[in-house]
């Protein structure tokens, strides 16, 4: 079984532009859910779909957005990007009624 | 609001010693679960063990071993027997149900384990 796919790996952004991040789950997972890691913050919560829908949502501004396929592909997009942005995207997946996330390797965006 | 505070910011061991990773926990619910991940170089946070709220029993998986205390909300992590491979940044987790029964984990702030041959 395919593990959770993040796309690009890397990307590297200009402050003011917006970015798109792509996420595809385990086959089978409905529930994808996105975090942002930094050194200052750690890993914090941005939010999570399930069934095309915004189930749950961290404290970010409305830069950060989302949204997700019928198959369960979630894309991830922040507009007017902030030198803060530089962070590692991480992905996650997980089953219904499951309970562990299992993530992708992440996309590292750094905004110069 | 749940909050999971790991105090080890960094571990440096010798290959072959037994290495605990402390992890003390917030909630006020009665149900949630507990993790450890492990995070290698890579960047992918690899899932190593979960614990619901009812199952205190410890458990021991080959090298791995984990000691789950409600009184003391404690739920550390020992690795046996240390390898150079086993050096990661891990981190602990706490999810309780959040709208429309998602468990989504809060995080520590990892504690970085550092394995010399």
């Known amino acids: 079984k395919a593990g959770v796919t993040q796309t690009p790996r890397y990307l590297i952004k200009t402050r003011g532009q917006q970015v798109t991040l792509s996420c595809s789950p385990i086959?089978?997972?409905?529930?994808v859910s996105w975090y942002q890691q930094t050194p200052g913050q750690g890993l914090q919560f941005l939010f999570e779909y399930f069934s095309e829908t915004q189930r749950n949502k961290g404290n970010f501004p409305g830069r950060f957005s989302g949204r997700q396929f019928s198959n369960s592909r979630s894309e991830m997009n922040v507009s007017t990007l902030e030198l803060g942005d530089s962070a590692l995207y991480l992905c996650a997946s997980m089953s219904v009624g499951g309970t562990e996330a299992f993530f992708g390797q992440g996309t590292r965006l750094t905004v110069v | 609001a749940q909050k999971v505070t790991q105090a080890q910011t960094e571990i440096s061991v010798v290959e072959k010693e037994d290495v605990t990773l402390d992890c003390v926990y917030e909630t006020r619910d009665t149900t949630y679960y507990l993790f450890w991940y492990k995070q290698p170089p890579s960047g992918e946070l690899v899932f190593l063990i979960r614990?619901?709220?009812?199952?205190?029993q410890n458990e021991i998986s080959g090298r791995y071993s984990w000691n789950f205390q409600k009184s003391t909300s404690s739920f550390n992590f020992t690795i046996t027997a240390s390898q150079v491979v086993d050096s990661a940044v891990y981190f602990c987790a706490l999810s309780e149900a959040k709208t429309g029964g998602s468990y989504i984990p809060t995080f520590g702030r990892g504690t970085s384990l550092i394995v010399h041959p």
């Open positions: 086959s089978g997972h409905r529930s």
């Open positions: 614990r619901n709220s009812f199952d205190e």
